[in-house]
């Protein structure tokens, strides 16, 4: 069964710095979709920014980008010029291609603090 | 366009009880998925319906059902509640197409089982 893995429950970072979130994952599969969800205090998830595991380049929204490293099933975050809004629990997420199932499997989750 | 509506947005039940948890999916959108949120578990995948079938199943107990009607709403149903059902419980619908990725959540429901 595929797994999620955040190894830093809670990270913090001051306001217009940047910061990295760490995820692993692991999987047979060869393609697949990576995902990032933010959950503020309204416990509403959004999704960040979305990597399909076909694709090589980094995918890039805005302030957010990730470095995906598929042979070592490493998908981090990194945001850049925190804000103030940006703090909330982040989840890292997988779905498989194969079965056309919705399924997410989704790990434990970092909580962000931004400081002023 | 509006977006995922779960209802109630809290509940409190007593152990012994059932519940049933409605989630009016994004119009056009087929699939719906349903998640339940704790402190301990994390996110664990409870099922998805597609077209009024139940496409997949996470691994919960029986006591946990769902269903979906033809518009593509679909409701949850939890029997016999536990103190351990207590939990947020969030629903996500998609177009459910190959290729199609997004996801999009509601706000979830809080129940707490007392």
């Known amino acids: 069964a595929q797994t999620v893995t955040q190894s830093q429950p809670e990270m913090s970072v001051q306001e217009a710095e940047t910061v990295t979130l760490s995820c692993t994952y692991d999987?047979?599969?060869?393609?697949?979709?990576l995902f990032w969800y933010k959950q503020p205090p309204s416990r509403q998830m959004i999704l960040v920014i979305r990597q399909e595991a076909y694709k090589q380049q980094n995918a890039t929204e805005n302030r957010f980008s990730v470095n995906f490293q598929k042979a070592a099933k490493s998908f981090s975050l990194k945001i850049s010029d925190s804000q103030l809004g940006d703090a909330a629990m982040y989840f890292c997420a997988y779905r498989e291609t194969q079965g056309g199932s919705e399924k997410l499997v989704f790990g434990k989750g970092t909580k962000l603090t931004v400081n002023p | 366009k509006a977006g995922v509506t779960q209802t109630p947005r809290y509940l409190i039940k007593t152990r012994g009880q059932q519940v049933t948890l409605s989630c009016s999916p994004i119009?056009?959108?087929?699939?719906v998925s349903w998640y339940q949120q704790t402190p301990g578990q994390g996110l664990q995948f409870l099922f998805e319906y597609f077209s009024e079938t139940q496409r997949n199943k996470g691994n919960f107990p029986g006591r946990f059902s769902g269903r979906q009607f033809s518009n593509s709403r679909s409701e949850m149903n939890v029997s016999t509640l536990e103190l351990g059902d207590s939990a947020l419980y969030l629903c996500?619908?998609?177009?459910?197409?190959?290729?199609?990725?997004?996801?999009?959540f509601g706000q979830g429901t809080r129940l707490t089982v007392v």
């Open positions: 119009s056009g959108h087929r699939s």
């Open positions: 999987t047979s599969e060869s393609d697949y979709y």
């Open positions: 996500a619908s998609s177009l459910g197409r190959v290729g199609n990725t997004e996801a999009f």
